[in-house]
């Protein structure tokens, strides 16, 4: 089995950046696909990006893309979101999630289509 810790959560002030992590440990990064989520108080939990194992396909949130990266380094096991200019909406509990399996790129954006998940990370962006 595979265990997710997120790290790298914290306040920061509106249009400032942060870099959360994902460590992966009891199973080898390079055989999943990686993403974050995050969930907003009161709301569903909501896709942010994944990186498929080849470390070259990734995808976006349409409301973070240009602002957040998602990247990976299969030799440290370890999966990163710098999140650049952040918005007081970007405020949430982000969660990193693992998938062993080959699925569609689109199928990504799915809470379903992963089966590891973290404990999560609170993000706060002040205005």
């Known amino acids: 089995q595979a265990q997710l810790v997120e790290s790298g959560g914290g306040l920061v002030q509106g249009g400032g950046s942060l870099r959360l992590s994902c460590a992966v440990s009891?199973?080898?990064?390079?055989?999943?696909?990686m993403a974050w989520f995050r969930q907003a108080s009161g709301k569903e939990r909501e896709f942010v990006a994944t990186i498929i194992r080849n470390s070259v396909t990734t995808l976006y949130a349409d409301s973070v893309k240009g602002r957040l990266t998602i990247t990976r380094d299969n030799a440290k096991n370890t999966v990163y979101l710098q999140m650049d200019s952040l918005k007081p909406e970007d405020t949430a509990v982000y969660y990193c999630a693992g998938d062993p399996y080959l699925r569609p790129l689109g199928s990504r954006r799915a809470t379903t289509s992963y089966g590891y998940w973290g404990q999560g990370t609170q993000v706060t962006v002040s205005s």
């Open positions: 009891g199973r080898t990064l390079s055989g999943f696909t």
